[in-house]
């Protein structure tokens, strides 16, 4: 054991002292076998901004739950001191790379090191080496910090290296990649904090995938590509095919959807294109009207030719925004005041395949067998590896809107709920006011649910929430105090997310709201009876009554059927299934 550390601690002096190795990664010097600890994350951040004061900034953004620094490189080309202050203020678009959302995922970590050392070193391609002078590049080699430092060999059984790696979720075991409408996590605050800072106008989110086995090696997958401003799909569509392009000239075979099969372990059953709900990296950045990028290296690749793909398509990103990032940066701005125009629009929130078109792709895959399983009682897959195949398979490339809503002008949250959306307005760098003239009985629109069901299972910490209904106008009292939060800025279609409730990640659907549908005071079962035998002295009631007797599931339930005379009591909860927040389609006058 004492031998072992020895050895260790004398590697890493190694890589300390040793002036050519100060800024290679454990991986890059053991051929890629094995991944650092955070430690090296700490000591790279700053031995970079030492070696090249005048274009690294190591700048921390938060800490973790388990105290951890969060650590994130600021790259740009300056000529002056404070890098990082100076890259801000010459409005330079930025390309923002994180790695290790998910820890045992950590190619983006040692890619990014690599490219940035090969950068500043004359080392990479000499377009490349220039990129800096249009770009600044924002770096977190690592996002979950404290799961990285679960550190086991078996953290990722589908998956081919490094030698150890962290772990999925954070110290309190979130999914950082489910976080990022909700904000529960420390880790997620200050990621967002940093989002707002920079502005990226692209983000790129590292990741490795899971799944089949197949010859393909990277996948991207852009947002947002199916609503939103169409200058900015086009953009992000632009950016795709180029990288796609850079990528297969450099011999990847890269993919530009998710590839994961409509029918797990059916091959034949093809692919489709999708749209992310916000809680993922490139989601949100789509609905905050900027283009975000999913990159997953193919999980059955060893580690050195993942490292290298991820290094590659971070390169190939940088490339195209040194070229035109810098027209795109004030196209950006202008897009964002664009933004109100959309509003009285019809916007999806959530989204689904057609089915309808589909193309016949040429997929890499390997030949395959499947058979009964002794094991598991149905079938199962064997993949060989040995002997590649084309696959020809379907892939669906029809995309329409699931559920729409019109965006309105804007929402307005009562005092009663304030404490628990303020802070997550604060924490998206959303804008909000509160009302002080505009108070007293006005017609808004309110959402009373017509029907609503809880989810059976926690989920990242909630109880989710589905409702079924429509906003219908009604007038309600506006009191001073109360928050206005106008569509008309930049951050809309974020805004339209969190609210409406029909949303797959609104506040409402994330559990926010439980305790308002929630029912908390009672009618005696005896006392039901006799008031349900008054309310049959009326002939229409007792009509109803007995039309719904018609359904059997009506009819057999004891507790439905008390109800229905419960319901029509005026002790009955009128703001049971209410929701707490009001929409406005007009001006706010
Ligand atoms: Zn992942």
């Known amino acids: 054991m004492k031998k072992y550390l ?110 940035i050392r090969e950068i500043l070193e004359n080392e990479a391609n000499p377009k490349t080496v220039k990129a800096l002078k249009e770009v ?27 030698e150890e790696m962290g772990w999925r979720t954070t110290a309190q075991n979130y999914n950082l990649n489910r976080d990022y409408m909700k904000v529960d996590s420390p880790e997620m605050k200050a990621m967002i904090q940093l989002l707002n800072q920079w502005d990226p106008l692209i983000a790129l989110d590292l990741h490795v995938t899971d799944g089949a086995k197949f010859q393909h090696d990277v996948s991207i997958i852009m947002e947002p590509l199916f609503y939103g401003l169409k ?22 075979l890269p993919l530009g959807f998710y590839p994961s099969f409509l029918k797990e372990d059916e091959p034949s059953s093809g692919f489709d294109l999708g749209v992310a709900p916000p809680r993922y990296s490139q989601g949100y950045l789509g609905v905050r009207n900027r283009v975000g990028m999913l990159v997953e290296t193919h999980s059955w690749k060893d580690y050195a030719t993942r490292v290298k793909a991820a290094r590659n398509v971070v390169e190939n990103t940088l490339l195209i925004i040194a070229e035109k990032g810098k027209q795109w940066r004030k196209q950006i701005e202008i897009l964002d005041g664009q933004v109100s125009s959309q509003v009285g629009q ?37 993949y060989f590896s040995n002997q590649p195949e084309v696959w020809k398979v379907p892939l669906y490339t029809e995309v329409i809107p699931e559920i729409s809503e019109r965006i309105p002008e804007g929402y307005i949250v009562p005092k009663s709920f304030q404490s628990i959306v303020i802070p997550k307005l604060q924490a998206h760098g959303i804008q909000f006011r509160e009302i002080e003239d505009q108070v007293g009985i006005k017609e808004v629109e309110i959402f009373r649910a017509d029907s609503f069901k809880f989810a059976e299972k926690s989920f990242e910490g909630h109880q989710g929430l589905k409702v079924t209904g429509e906003w219908k106008k009604e007038k309600v009292t506006i009191n001073p105090g109360d928050l206005f939060v106008s569509t008309r800025q930049p951050k809309a279609f974020l805004i339209f997310h969190l609210f409406e409730p029909k949303g797959p990640d609104s506040l409402l659907a994330w559990g926010f709201f439980n305790s308002r549908f929630e029912q908390k005071e009672y009618m005696e079962n005896y006392v039901t009876e006799s008031v349900a035998k008054e309310m049959l002295t009326n002939p229409e009631i007792k009509k109803v009554f007995e039309e719904k007797l018609k359904q059997s599931e009506f009819e057999e339930s004891p507790e439905k059927r008390l109800e229905f005379f419960y319901r029509l009591h005026p002790s009955w909860d009128q703001t049971l299934g209410l929701y707490p927040v009001y929409r406005v389609q007009e001006k706010l006058k």
């Open 136 to 162: 600044t590049l924002v770096f977190v080699p690592v996002f979950n910090v404290d799961g990285h430092e679960r550190f086991g060999k078996h953290n990722r059984p589908n998956q081919v290296g490094p």
């Open 6 to 115: 020895y050895l260790v601690l004398g590697f890493q002096a190694c890589v300390v002292f040793g002036s050519t190795k100060a800024l290679k990664t454990t991986a890059e010097l053991t051929h890629w076998k094995q991944t650092g600890r955070y430690v090296e994350v700490e000591r790279l951040c700053k031995a970079f901004t030492k070696k090249f004061p005048q274009n690294v900034d190591c700048i921390s953004f938060g800490k973790t739950p388990e105290g951890r620094q969060m650590r994130a490189l600021v790259v740009a080309d300056s000529k002056k001191g404070l890098l990082s202050f100076y890259a801000k203020k010459k409005k330079r678009p930025v390309v923002f790379v994180q790695g290790g959302i998910h820890a045992g995922e950590i190619d983006g970590k040692d890619a990014g090191f690599w490219l």
């Open 231 to 252: 200058e900015t799909r086009e953009m992000a569509l632009e950016i795709k095919e180029m990288v796609l392009n850079g990528l297969k000239t450099e011999g990847h």
């Open 346 to 382: 019809e916007m999806g929130l959530a989204f689904k395949n057609s089915e309808k078109k589909k193309e016949e792709i040429s997929f890499l895959g390997y030949h395959y067998q499947i058979e009964d399983s002794a094991v598991s009682g149905t079938t199962k897959i064997t």
